[in-house]
Structure formats: C-alpha cells, structure tokens
Nanobody
Framework: QVQLVESGGGLVQAGGSLRLSCAAS????????MAWFRQGPGKERDFVVA????????YYADSVKGRFTISRDNAKNTLYLQMNSLKPEDTAVYYC???????????????WGQGTQVTVSP
C-alpha cells in the first residue's frame, strides 16, 4: 500500500519559517515527479511547486517564488518544502503528491498525502 505522510506543519508568525516533510512508503518515486499543493480556507487546491525525479527541474507558483524551496532525498524516499518569509495568505493545508507515470506536472498526480496544516498569523 502506497502512503505519503506529511509532517512539519504548525502555527508560525508572519515572516517565520517552516519545513515540511513528506515520507513515502510502499513504493519508490525515484523516477517520478513529486509536488506540493495547498488548499486555503474556502479555496480550491492549488499547485505550489513540483520537482523532477533527479531534482534537475523545479517549477514554482509565482506566489511562492523566492520564498519556498522544494527538495527531495530519493535515498530516503522523502520530499521536503522549506518555507521562508511566510505570509498570512500562505495559510492552508499542504499536500504532498507523486506521479506514478509521466503526466502534466501541474495537474496530474496519482498519489496524495493526507495533508498538514500550516497557519501563519499576522
């Protein structure tokens, strides 16, 4: 059974930092794109950032460029998201996602975590 388990969410003041982790089990994703999405209160789930299997390619949403950094450790089957200079509008449930085959990196993912809450206070 494939599982993606996020951790590292919490409450932080504006300007602060958090580091999210996503531990995968049940299969390896060392040949697949992985990504982070988020869903704010009353909003749809939005793409945040994606990373290729070898970390050579990354794609960021404009809203997080320069503040968030995605990385992965294939040996540990783990995905990370370093979030700096957090803003109240970053408040959301953050989801880890992985592809099982090549697909559109912004829209099509086949495995999802349960999400971790990030709350940024003013």
């Amino acid at each position: 059974q494939v599982q993606l388990v996020e951790s590292g969410g919490g409450l932080v003041q504006a300007g602060g930092s958090l580091r999210l982790s996503c531990a995968a089990s049940g299969r390896t994703f060392d040949r697949d794109f992985m990504a982070w999405f988020r869903q704010g209160p009353g909003k749809e789930r939005d793409f945040v950032v994606a990373i290729s299997w070898d970390s050579s390619l990354t794609y960021y949403a404009d809203s997080v460029k320069g503040r968030f950094t995605i990385s992965r450790d294939n040996a540990k089957n783990t995905l990370y998201l370093q979030m700096n200079s957090l803003k109240p509008e970053d408040t959301a449930v953050y989801y880890c996602a992985a592809q099982s085959r090549p697909a559109n990196f912004r829209y099509e993912y086949h495995y999802w975590g349960q999400g971790t809450q990030v709350t940024v206070s003013p």
